[in-house]
């Protein structure tokens, strides 16, 4: 068992728990739960059916009355039709700002249910029950939550601190080959933009059997990484921008290609090898660094290649970045393995990242 605390400045602090099998063990956090009259699990279909009958009994026990919303699996959910319909729900189960809502589920569940729960009412208490690799090791973590619109990807968010995250490596058993290659893209990131030597482990495993026996630890590392980034940057002034690693081509390929073709991680993936193909060149990155991206990208299975995309459309996409201020765009580059660094670049110079 790993526990973090996360702390920033202007919100309350919370803990992230890293337990095998806690999921059994919800019953007992009742100091976490007692707190609350309803808690709302908010969760999707795929995972409902694996999880949600334990959840809700261990929720139950541990004091509050639980609701369940259960909404259709995928990225086409993160969007504001959806975002209504669980406003409604919220509406009918008579929830008020002394009740919470329970993310359990991937990134898109993590995401969309603590928009909800940053938005309704002006803002009620958020717990983090994250079932995917992705959103162990990152989205849950940090307060980041919104949903996508059609020209593009997160454009309508908040910062919203949960009250805990709660992981359970266990809930990896179930999660299908691909939703652990797309967690492992930004695994690899938090080695690429913080940790050479969590680099080298992920390029060292020869066996599946070895990274999965590892996972614990590496799920904690990359938490652990993100938590200090988040309590030195929480609004994404500075530091945080790291996090973005990869994500500025990555956002563009997720959009374009209508977040059908390519999963986040995936598109991550290239956006972290091309945009160091670029700083190679320009000298700001070490030679070997984008070998090193390219060698361990393919191990996972990850693509590494930028799709073919008309410029005008890559153009459209990529202007409505968030991370553009007035005609500058603030990008993550790696000096080396292990060490980031933001390089403000202008919009012409952020086409010539697709070329
Ligand atoms: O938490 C962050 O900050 C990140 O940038 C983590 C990213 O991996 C994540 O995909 C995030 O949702 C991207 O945020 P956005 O602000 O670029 O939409
Ligand atoms: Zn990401």
Redesign the pocket.
């Known amino acids: 068992m790993k526990e973090l605390i996360c702390k920033t400045e202007n919100t309350h602090q919370y803990p992230i728990i890293i337990e095998k099998g806690i999921k059994g063990r919800l019953s007992q956090m009742k100091a976490l739960f007692s707190q609350y009259h309803k808690v709302v699990i908010i969760t999707d279909k795929n995972v409902a059916k694996e999880y949600l009958g334990e959840v809700e009994r261990q929720v139950r026990q541990a004091g509050p009355k639980v609701y369940s919303i259960v909404i259709p699996p995928g990225e086409a959910s993160k969007c504001l039709t959806q975002t209504a319909e669980i406003y409604n729900e919220l509406i009918k189960c008579n929830i008020t700002r002394s009740d919470a809502i329970l993310t359990l589920g991937g990134g898109v569940v993590g995401d969309l249910g603590g928009f909800c729960a940053a938005t309704y009412l002006r803002g009620i208490d958020l717990i983090q029950v994250p079932t995917s690799l992705l959103a162990q090791v990152?989205?849950s973590v940090?307060g980041?939550v919104?949903i996508d619109l059609d020209y593009g990807?997160?454009l309508v968010g908040a910062f919203h601190q949960p009250r805990a995250v709660i992981i359970d490596p266990l809930f990896l058993e179930t999660l299908e080959d691909h939703y652990m290659i797309d967690g492992m893209a930004?695994v690899i990131k938090y080695g690429c933009i913080s940790s050479a030597p969590l680099f080298v482990k992920l390029m060292g495993y020869a066996y599946y059997e070895d990274l999965v026996e590892d996972m614990e630890e590496i799920i904690a590392k990359c938490c652990q990484i993100k938590r200090d980034v988040v309590q030195t940057d929480e609004h994404?002034q500075g530091l945080?921008r790291i996090?973005?690693f990869g994500?500025t081509i990555g956002?563009v390929v997720e959009t374009y290609f209508k977040f059908k073709k390519y999963s986040?991680g995936e598109a991550v993936a290239i956006g972290m090898a091309q945009i160091t193909k670029k700083t190679v060149a320009e000298g700001i990155s070490q030679k070997d660094t984008y070998d090193n991206i390219i060698e361990i990208l393919e191990n996972y299975g990850l693509p590494t290649e930028l799709p073919k995309m008309p410029l005008d459309k890559v153009q459209e996409i990529l202007f409505t970045d968030?991370k553009f201020e007035n005609d500058s765009l603030y990008i993550c580059a790696l000096e080396k393995i292990g060490k980031a660094q933001i390089v403000k670049i202008q919009k012409p110079q952020a086409i010539e990242l697709f070329r």
């Open positions: 990152d989205s940090g980041k919104g990807k997160n930004e994404e945080r996090l973005n994500h956002h986040h968030k």
